[in-house]
T-cell receptor, first 115, second 113 residues
């Protein structure tokens, strides 16, 4: 079936250090997967961080980057230097490119930044 | 101010009862959705509506019934509640059903005793 697996949290990183949250997907029934990272900051609703709809392309937002790797079926989220304001729960998600509101989410990774 | 209002934030119900979860969005969006997140499980898609019409239903049980009285409302009625229904229910919306940017509410946490 279709599924998303991501780094099991919680993850704690010191401010200014680099971050990677792993995400791998299985898209057996989706011909052209679209990939997303959503984020939930404390006290806020889940919101889109970045998306990539074409294999081989990279998406970026707020200093975060993720590259859609079809060969390894991965979409890892990276940031070179984290800030305290990046503390949040991050969700990797998979869509089918047609019905975009129907997403398959990973379990979420809670990230805490140590000042 | 939140643009997607879900009420109530917390809800406790007894097994066998019926509850309605409220969702209103003030983003002018035409598509609305319900997702559910049970303990230690990923967010799971339940329903999608576009222009007040059901587009997709991934919920196996007919005990879950969305209700769209207005374009910006999508309530969720749950009947004959079971303890397994305990979860946080999230409402979301997007400009159109083919739009990839979803906006989520803060959720209603339902506990069924």
């Amino acid at each position: 079936g279709d599924s998303v697996t991501q780094t099991e949290g919680p993850v704690t990183v010191s401010e200014s250090e680099s971050l990677i949250i792993n995400c791998t997907y299985s898209a057996t029934s989706i011909a052209y997967p679209n990939l997303f990272w959503y984020v939930r900051y404390p006290g806020e609703g889940l919101q889109l961080l970045l998306k990539v709809i074409t294999a081989g392309q990279k998406g970026s937002s707020r200093g975060f980057e993720a590259t859609y790797n079809k060969e390894t079926t991965s979409f890892h989220l990276q940031k070179a230097s984290v800030q305290e304001s990046d503390s949040a729960v991050y969700y990797c998600a998979l869509g089918d490119g047609y019905n975009q509101g129907k997403l398959i989410f990973g379990q979420g990774t809670k990230l805490s930044i140590k000042p | 101010d939140p643009k997607i209002i879900q009420k109530p934030k917390y809800l406790v119900a007894v097994t066998g009862s019926e509850k309605i979860l409220i969702c209103e969005q003030y983003l002018g969006h035409n598509a609305m959705y319900w997702y559910r997140q049970s303990a230690k499980k990923p967010l799971e898609f339940m329903f999608s509506y576009s222009y007040q019409k059901l587009m997709d239903n991934q919920t196996a049980s007919s005990r879950f019934q969305p209700q769209s009285s207005k374009k910006n409302h999508l309530d969720l009625q749950i009947t004959a509640l079971k303890p397994d229904d305990s979860a946080t229910y999230f409402c979301a919306s997007s400009q159109e059903s083919a739009n990839e940017r979803l906006f989520f509410g803060h959720g209603t946490k339902l506990s069924v005793l």
